[in-house]
């Protein structure tokens, strides 16, 4: 069992920069998948980046590549999503997520075993 919990949601605004963690516990195994997605509303959830929790093997969607990074604390059981430049597009919940020691990373939603609730990012123009 994995207990996820998201924070550093907000309000900023274009341009700005904003770090979202995620806090893990429970399991802690260094193959699993760790996972960030977000969903906008009106819109169907979005895959954005992804990693081994040991921080090995990152991997990002086209549409934030160069903009977000994933990393993580192993020691910590966290998880963390750097954002850059953000935009009014980047509007949306975001969601961190787990997979348990998959073969490779997913992008796919319905494969990653336990979802935080989410914590709110809402860029203003």
């Known amino acids: 069992q994995v207990h996820l919990v998201e924070s550093g949601g907000g309000l900023v605004e274009a341009g700005d920069s904003l770090t979202l963690s995620c806090a893990a516990s429970?399991?802690?195994?260094?193959?699993?998948?760790m996972a960030w997605f977000r969903q906008a509303p009106g819109k169907a959830r979005e895959f954005l980046a992804a990693v081994r929790r040991n921080g090995e093997s990152p991997r990002y969607a086209d549409a934030v590549r160069g903009r977000f990074t994933i990393s993580t604390d192993i020691a910590k059981s966290m998880v963390y999503l750097q954002m850059n430049d953000l935009n009014p597009n980047d509007t949306a919940i975001y969601y961190c997520?787990?997979?348990?020691?998959?073969?490779?990373?997913?992008?796919?939603?319905?494969?990653?075993?336990?979802w935080g609730r989410g914590t709110q990012v809402t860029v203003s123009s």
């Open positions: 429970g399991r802690t195994d260094s193959r699993d998948a």
């Open positions: 997520a787990v997979e348990i020691a998959p073969v490779s990373l997913s992008i796919y939603g319905r494969r990653y075993n336990y």
